[in-house]
């Protein structure tokens, strides 16, 4: 007779009293009888990386691209310009501003590579790492975007806005769905 762990579903030996994937305490092979393969083909239904969660797989393997093109197309070009460097011409709390977003930058990038790592690692602590990552990355945002305005009230701020309208897009969709989803917490359990 083939027995499963009350817990993971693992296929155990019979006379096991320990699980060898979790380590769970077995029930007693009257109880365990119960526990059989169609009962846990619906528990394990939501588990892996499928559905919705290939989208987020998608956006997350994407964000540090994306990033590092934002730096290369939209930071440098105030940094460096017509082969000098032009942090000390311009205003000098605007070359700190562009500085600091920089480096914001750099460590969101860092930030997703290791948001990346858990995820396909199917760590226990993603979705809360990545609530967190969502909730600091829009208000990051808009400080820098505050900040820029209030130094220069004239200047075109659209790129700005549309970023934060991004960020808090992503961030009223995939939270609730992070903290929400079956498939999410089936998945992320090791």
């Not at 769970?24 to 009962?39: C, D, E, G, N, Y």
């Not at 990386?49 to 093109?69: D, K, N, Q, T």
């Not at 460097?85 to 460590?107: D, Y």
């Amino acid at each position: 007779m083939i027995f499963h762990c009350s817990n993971c579903a693992s296929e155990l030996p019979e006379g096991s009293r320990f699980c060898s994937r979790c380590g769970s305490a077995l029930l007693a092979p009257q109880q365990a009888a119960a526990f059989s393969a169609p009962h846990f083909a619906k528990v394990n239904e939501y588990e892996g990386i499928a559905g919705w969660l290939i989208l987020f797989g998608c956006g997350l393997v994407l964000s540090p691209l994306l990033i590092m093109r934002t730096i290369y197309t939209v930071n440098l070009p105030f940094l460096y310009d017509n082969k000098h460097w032009t942090l000390l011409s311009s205003h000098p709390a605007i070359a700190v501003l562009i500085v600091s977003e920089v480096t914001m930058n750099v460590l969101f990038i860092i930030c997703l590579l290791y948001l990346n790592y858990l995820f396909f690692m199917k760590k226990r602590e993603f979705p809360r790492w990545m609530i967190l990552y969502r909730v600091l990355h829009l208000f990051l945002l808009f400080i820098t975007h505050m900040a820029f305005w209030a130094l220069d009230p004239s200047a075109d701020l659209a790129r700005g806005s549309a970023a934060i309208a991004r960020s808090l897009l992503g961030a009223l969709i995939w939270i609730p769905y992070l903290l929400l989803s079956r498939r999410v917490k089936a998945t992320f359990v090791n």
